[in-house]
């Protein structure tokens, strides 16, 4: 368990979206459960596309040290490039106007997303047989970064090798090979199990890998409506397929932040 931090802010960093407002959800819930639990003397939250922004939270920080943690699938393009040149970081520790940052990994490295991805998979087709199912966790792939993929392919060769007992757990993305679109032509097994390891429920995980899997013909209303994740099982391609929300919805996220936070102080702080 984290203990108190009664003197350091705690700052959560996400995507955000100006054309859809559940993309910010989960990152504003997490931050509301951990506000409560009192553990931080404050918890913000800062974005890329909506408000407040990245620049604009330093100013909302009153405490001494301020944690960042990104709620963020992966190190990659932003992580590692526009976070840090938003806030103005120089590494892992960096002083600024008499806040010391202290910068955390992102949520999506963590070592316990590999037992999230079985139960979100459970969760929606827990009365399928394992053995007689393909499990597809599915990003969205970038020539900008190769390591926004790299989390996934871990993901799945943990999987594998985790006694989950699937018949074959496979990575697919939307803008690079092996592409979602093909997961009929992937998956070996009757049934398929596609979970988006993404944060929030947004235009791809709702609209964009619905239509590239053949749920829906065109992109549906925003994700606050839901009915794609309701109407599990499909019939498809001669297969059963089973769609699960994004893996950052899931409230044990606010615990993995806390981790992140344990494991900066233990990495970065051990010796200070």
Not at 41 to 65: C, G
Not at 181 to 192: E, S, T, Y
Request: charged share 20%; net charge negative; hydrophobic share 35%.
């Amino acid at each position: 368990m984290t203990s108190p931090r009664k003197d350091c802010a705690l700052v959560i960093l996400g995507h955000g979206s100006t054309e859809n407002p559940d993309s910010s959800t989960p990152t504003q819930e997490h931050a509301e459960d951990l506000r409560a639990r009192g553990l931080f003397a404050e918890v913000h939250t800062a974005f890329w596309k909506e408000e407040p922004s990245f620049r604009q939270v330093w100013p909302l920080i009153e405490s001494p040290v301020a944690y960042f943690v990104p709620d963020f699938i992966s190190e990659g393009y932003f992580t590692q490039q526009v976070i840090p040149r938003e806030l103005e970081l120089s590494g892992r520790i960096t002083q600024h106007n008499g806040t010391t940052a202290y910068y955390c990994d992102p949520v999506g490295v963590h070592a316990s997303m590999t037992q999230l991805l079985l139960k979100r998979a459970r969760e929606i087709a827990g009365d399928v047989p394992p053995e007689e199912t393909s499990l597809i966790i599915v990003g969205h792939g970038t020539s900008l970064n190769t390591q926004s993929t790299q989390v996934i392919k871990d993901q799945a060769a943990r999987l594998n090798a985790s006694g989950g007992g699937y018949a074959e757990v496979l990575d697919a993305y939307m803008e690079e090979p092996p592409f979602i679109a093909d997961w009929h032509q992937m998956a070996q097994a009757p049934n398929v199990v596609v979970v988006p390891f993404f944060i929030s429920d947004g235009l791809h995980s709702y609209q964009d890998i619905p239509v590239l899997l053949g749920i829906e013909s065109e992109p549906t209303e925003a994700a606050s409506q839901r009915d794609v994740f309701r109407e599990n099982p499909h019939r498809l391609r001669g297969k059963t397929l089973y769609y699960s929300r994004a893996i950052g919805t899931d409230p044990s996220i606010s615990d993995i932040i806390l981790d992140q936070v344990t494991h900066f102080d233990e990495e970065y702080l051990r010796d200070r």
